[in-house]
């Protein structure tokens, strides 16, 4: 009878713990494969099949480009459609109005979102639970409802100019619809969730420890927030901005709906190069150049966020 606990102690291991066992040795390599391979089907392969299109030239066929090898293999690549986008002055001027437009909008978006993110991250109790439940609200209602609901509150007989007119302060109506003031509004409202979420989160963290220590010290409540919250929440500054920054970019509901004819961006300009001049090799080059222009803040915070955790260590 002894000899049958050194019998099954001697005997394989079951394969759910042979698999348990795999895991806790690979779980960092699975992880990170996992993400590889997402933004590998998801970013690069597509990518790919971009920067091949803007290499070739239009045609009028169906794909409306040419193959990237013609007849015996032989490489069918030019760089026209870059120098094309590059050199025309329309195209130059767009790149500019949307990184003005996303600029702006994403320092609107700052401006409002940290004081709501410390009154957020202050709150107590049921209160905090309450005020995150607000921030995340508006993700319960279509995005293209929301902005079509700005339409009507700025048009010419709307909800704001009427009630304007209707208390004396304006005698006929302020156009407000179809300007650069209602795009910076519809960006700035659309994507505020976005970066109250990450500021929330980084002064969170902080807990009230330092600013009560920084008090003991003599620190008023401005000196104690610039020189001790400010740059503990630069992280969630830096992340809460390219969330916005990004995706304003690109954006092409907003400055259809409420811009007007010179609010051109990035997102409109590309809509009509694909669908309605057909010319998709000149609408890859502008959106292969408009993807070079992002990675470079995103690269830019992974410099400063090595830059932190170096001087955090």
């Not at 609901?149 to 009630?163: E, Q, T, V, Y």
Request: net charge neutral.
């Amino acid at each position: 009878m002894s000899a049958a606990p050194a019998e099954m102690a001697g005997t394989p291991r079951s394969g759910i713990g042979s698999i348990g066992d795999f895991l806790d040795r690979n779980w960092k390599r699975i992880v990170v494969g996992t993400a590889l391979l997402w933004l590998t089907l998801f970013f690069l392969l597509p990518f790919l099949m971009v920067m091949k299109i803007s290499l070739a030239d239009p045609i009028i066929a169906s794909p409306p480009y040419t193959p990237f090898f013609g007849a015996g293999g032989k490489l069918q690549a030019t760089l026209d459609n870059f120098r094309y986008v590059l050199g025309d002055g329309l195209y130059a001027y767009t790149y500019l109005n949307s990184l003005k437009l996303a600029t702006t909008s994403t320092i609107l978006c700052l401006l409002i979102g940290y004081p709501m993110a410390y009154g957020i991250a202050r709150a107590k109790g049921h209160k905090r639970v309450i005020l995150l439940f607000f921030v995340v609200l508006p993700f319960w209602t279509s995005f293209l409802l929301r902005v079509y609901s700005w339409m009507g509150l700025l048009g010419n007989h709307g909800l704001i100019n009427g009630l304007l007119m209707h208390f004396g302060l304006v005698d006929h109506p302020i156009k407000l619809l179809y300007t650069d003031f209602a795009v910076y509004l519809g960006i700035t409202y659309s994507y505020l969730p976005f970066i109250i979420l990450p500021l929330y989160a980084s002064i969170e963290r902080l807990g009230d420890t330092l600013n009560e220590a920084a008090a003991d010290l003599g620190a008023g409540p401005v000196r104690t927030f610039i020189d001790i919250t400010l740059p503990m929440t630069a992280p969630g500054i830096l992340a809460g901005s390219l969330l916005v920054f990004i995706p304003a970019m690109g954006e092409y509901v907003i400055p259809t709906l409420l811009g007007g004819p010179d609010s051109l961006m990035i997102g409109r300009v590309l809509y009509d190069e694909f669908f309605f001049n057909r010319d998709w090799p000149a609408a890859s080059a502008v959106a292969v150049i408009l993807l070079l222009m992002l990675i470079a803040p995103i690269v830019w915070f992974q410099h400063l966020n090595g830059k932190s955790q170096e001087a955090d260590q």
